[in-house]
Nanobody, 116 residues
Framework: QVQLVESGGGLVQPGGSLRLSCATS????????MGWYRQVPGKQREWVAT???????LYAETVKGRFTISRDNAKNTAYLQMSSLKPGDTAVYYC??????????WGQGTLVTVSS
C-alpha cells in the first residue's frame, strides 16, 4: 500500500552539497510524519531529521545548521538538502514514513559518499 523510493545519493567532495528525494505512493503522505535516517556498516541506524505532517522540523545535533528537511505534499515527496558535507556524513540514507496509526514504512536506502 505505501511504498517509498529514494534517490539522489552519490559521491560528493567535502564541503559540497547534495539533495536526497523520497517519493511515496499511497494516499497517506499528507497526514504522515517523515524522517531521514542514516547507517554505516557495523553501526546502529541513526536518526537525522524529521518533518511532521504540520511541517514541524527536528534535527540531530550532528547535522543541525547543515541539513534541511522539507516536504511537498502536492508531489507526495520528502527531501533532505545536505550542505557543508563532511566525510563523517558518509552512510546509507533511509527515508521513513510514519502513518497516523503508528505503522512505519522504510525506503530501500541510497548511498552518500563524502570523499576527496
Amino acid at each position: 500500500q505505501v511504498q517509498l523510493v529514494e534517490s539522489g545519493g552519490g559521491l560528493v567532495q567535502p564541503g559540497g552539497s547534495l539533495r536526497l528525494s523520497c517519493a511515496t505512493s499511497g494516499n497517506i503522505f499528507s497526514r504522515a510524519d517523515m524522517g531521514w535516517y542514516r547507517q554505516v556498516p557495523g553501526k546502529q541506524r541513526e536518526w537525522v531529521a524529521t518533518i511532521t505532517s504540520r511541517s514541524i522540523t527536528l534535527y540531530a545535533e550532528t547535522v543541525k545548521g547543515r541539513f534541511t528537511i522539507s516536504r511537498d505534499n502536492a508531489k507526495n515527496t520528502a527531501y533532505l538538502q545536505m550542505s557543508s558535507l563532511k566525510p563523517g556524513d558518509t552512510a546509507v540514507y533511509y527515508c521513513k514514513l510514519g502513518d497516523p496509526a503508528g505503522v512505519e514504512y522504510w525506503g530501500q536506502g541510497t548511498l552518500v559518499t563524502v570523499s576527496s
